[in-house]
């Protein structure tokens, strides 16, 4: 059976992410994996007295699973796992898909362009640029959100 792996950044726009990704493996028949990743923050302190994490990474792991179950509850009827990890979006993404048994990935992009787009980078288009595998990408819809 072929797995959809539907990656998403836990934003509002995730739903539409995650309903279009459910949707696309019912039409396959096939097994969902929702996915995050849990980016890990810097540390800030003084350098001499060495690194302060402000940080609760099993609490935000702990979140994202919960956010997550909220999510796979609207969809009863789908066969649907969750894999929340941590680290760098992109890599993690990446590692995932390619390393498992994805078929398609499924992500959103969120339409930032010029100076913003150029700052924040596009973790999507990163993804869409290295993926061995299809890529389905839901546009951001202002209307919608």
């Given at each position: 059976?072929?797995?959809?792996?539907?990656?998403?950044?836990?934003?509002?726009?995730?739903?539409?992410?995650?309903?279009?990704?459910?949707?696309?493996?019912?039409?396959?028949?096939?097994?969902?994996?929702?996915?995050?990743?849990?980016?890990?923050?810097?540390?800030?302190?003084?350098?001499?007295?060495?690194?302060?994490?402000?940080?609760?990474?099993?609490?935000?792991?702990?979140?994202?699973?919960?956010?997550?179950?909220?999510?796979?509850?609207?969809?009863?009827?789908?066969?649907?796992?969750?894999?929340?990890?941590?680290?760098?979006?992109?890599?993690?993404?990446?590692?995932?898909?390619?390393?498992?048994?994805?078929?398609i990935l499924v992500v959103?992009?969120?339409?930032?362009?010029?100076?913003?787009?150029?700052?924040?980078?596009?973790?999507?288009?990163?993804?869409?640029?290295?993926?061995?595998?299809?890529?389905?990408v839901v546009p951001y819809?202002?209307?919608?959100?």
């Amino acid at each position: 059976m072929s797995e959809i792996m539907i990656a998403v950044d836990l934003s509002p726009f995730s739903e539409s992410v995650i309903s279009t990704g459910v949707e696309l493996a019912g039409q396959m028949n096939a097994v969902v994996t929702l996915f995050t990743v849990v980016e890990i923050g810097m540390g800030l302190g003084l350098p001499e007295a060495g690194p302060v994490f402000t940080d609760d990474i099993p609490a935000r792991v702990r979140e994202a699973e919960e956010m997550l179950q909220t999510y796979k509850r609207k969809y009863p009827d789908a066969s649907i796992g969750i894999t929340v990890t941590t680290g760098n979006p992109k890599n993690e993404t990446l590692d995932r898909a390619h390393n498992g048994s994805t078929s398609i990935l499924v992500v959103g992009t969120h339409g930032r362009t010029g100076l913003n787009h150029m700052l924040v980078g596009s973790t999507a288009e990163y993804i869409i640029r290295h993926a061995r595998i299809p890529v389905l990408v839901v546009p951001y819809n202002k209307e919608a959100h």
